[in-house]
């Protein structure tokens, strides 16, 4: 029978979605997995994927519309009937769940071609479900990933639709041997799949990327262009991106709705600025570099472990304190701003922190995140510390209840031992959320993070 292809929901704040491009037309055969259109989301501009196969029958959301979560973008005839006949029948409006309007029906999910429904990591949420639990229209497509510049298709690096990633059992079980992240192994095999010779022959390269805190050898800020970027006497109108309106409406949400305050304290990472000197002279072998912001990271989410009340969600009924720490850290991106998450940073080790958080932002800046590495924060960590920013106040990103801003490490005239030094500082200011979280307990979380960087033998115990 036909199957209706339709809006997935891909973020918790999203509503709909805008086709940006078609790759098939009408009448077009299509096979399971391949990319059908381009569909600009609150994050990003994904690839969507088929999970059926058929033809084409017709195209109900034309390139630059607008589209409810939910609603209907196409319908694909997968069995014996004819694509004409079906287009004839949906344009009738005789088609089953079919929505014109672009709005989400009913749920229906008991009726639908859906995805089979893939659970965050460490999330709530699952494909076909929205931000509130309930069942959302279903889709036999789904869009998969952030479109990056690349030569290959969404499946080249195994990745099937919702994020799963196609491998053979036995080269998945000698990636769990060599702790091999699957997500970042290209495939060989048929259709993109990751096969044995694939993960023998992976070599992890060496990335440099920004860390969450300042570096103790100070690159400087980006190089200033004096020019004007836009001609005297003239003006430039700037259309909001999907993205951009976003951003705005989350942030004015939180300053409205979140009475936010702010601490600030000082930290003396000399200390620590020499362990990860040290650190590095012994991982050179290995190609990894350490970086302050890895220690900090380290630093912060001990920190949140002795203060629950710190690494929470604010709901209306109640506060939902973690016993794992999801650490978000915001890059800045053209089109505004990402958060690319660090799942589960309370298990992984140093090695693996700057492993991961190198490969989160590299990817972030390339718009080439999954869903699941873009949500499910339970604490967010921004730095400009890279541009020379001594202190800042961030916003926070709710339902979470607190923020770290990082600014740089840099060499300052302290009184140290009872007398005048210079030592690398650092300077922090956590914005929290007041209905949560009381000044005590703000002031609680700084001292220990304080104590754990400048004493960092601590957290490495």
Do not use: C
Not at 146 to 160: C, D, K, L, Q
Not at 324 to 345: F, H, K, S, T
Not at 376 to 399: K, Q, W
Request: aromatic share 2%.
């Amino acid at each position: 029978m036909p199957a209706e292809i339709t809006m997935p929901q891909l973020s918790d704040t999203m509503s709909e979605g805008t086709v940006v491009k078609w790759n098939k037309k009408e009448g077009d055969k299509i096979k399971s997995g391949d990319v059908i259109a381009e569909v600009e989301t609150d994050k990003a501009t994904m690839e969507m994927e088929s999970f059926e196969s058929g033809t084409l029958a017709l195209i109900v959301a034309r390139e630059g519309q607008k589209v409810a979560v939910g609603g209907s973008i196409a319908v694909l005839a997968t069995g014996n009937e004819k694509p004409e006949e079906v287009k004839k029948q949906y344009q009738a409006g005789t088609g089953p769940n079919l929505s014109n309007s672009g709005q989400a029906p009913a749920a229906t999910a008991d009726k639908a071609h859906a995805a089979p429904a893939g659970k965050e990591a460490g999330g709530e949420q699952e494909y076909g479900e929205t931000a509130k639990g309930e069942h959302a229209a279903p889709a036999s497509a789904v869009a998969t990933a952030p479109r990056a510049e690349r030569s290959t298709s969404a499946g080249a690096n195994g990745h099937g639709g919702e994020g799963r990633i196609k491998v053979s059992p036995l080269a998945r079980r000698i990636a769990e041997d060599k702790k091999i992240d699957l997500a970042v192994v290209t495939g060989s095999g048929p259709g993109g799949r990751i096969v044995q010779k694939d993960i023998l022959s992976y070599k992890p390269a060496p990335k440099a990327a920004p860390s969450t805190g300042g570096e103790g050898k100070k690159k400087g800020p980006p190089p200033v262009s004096l020019k004007p970027r836009i001609p005297a006497g003239q003006t430039q109108s700037i259309p909001h991106t999907k993205m951009r309106s976003v951003i705005a409406q989350r942030l004015q949400q939180s300053k409205q709705n979140i009475p936010h305050f702010y601490e600030t304290i000082d930290i003396d990472v000399t200390d620590l600025s020499r362990l990860r000197e040290q650190m590095n002279r012994g991982l050179e072998s290995e190609g990894i570099r350490l970086s302050i912001g890895d220690l900090i990271a380290k630093g912060v989410t001990h920190a949140l472990l002795m203060h629950p009340e710190i690494n929470a969600y604010w709901k209306d009924s109640e506060v939902i304190r973690h016993g794992d720490v999801n650490l978000g850290m915001a890059v800045a991106l053209p089109e505004g701003l990402i958060v690319p998450v660090l799942r589960g940073i309370n298990h992984l080790g140093l090695r693996e922190i700057r492993q991961r958080s190198a490969d989160l932002i590299d990817r972030a800046r390339k718009q080439s995140l999954k869903q699941n590495e873009m949500t499910g924060a339970t604490f967010t960590v921004s730095n400009l510390g890279t541009f020379g920013i001594r202190e800042f106040s961030a916003i926070i990103n709710p339902p979470e209840v607190g923020i770290l801003a990082i600014g740089s490490a840099e060499p300052r005239p302290v009184v140290h031992g009872g007398q005048m030094v210079v030592r690398t500082m650092m300077t922090v200011t956590l914005s929290a959320d007041h209905r949560a979280v009381d000044g005590a307990t703000a002031a609680g979380f700084l001292q220990s993070l304080k104590m754990l960087l400048e004493e960092p033998g601590m957290m490495l115990a």
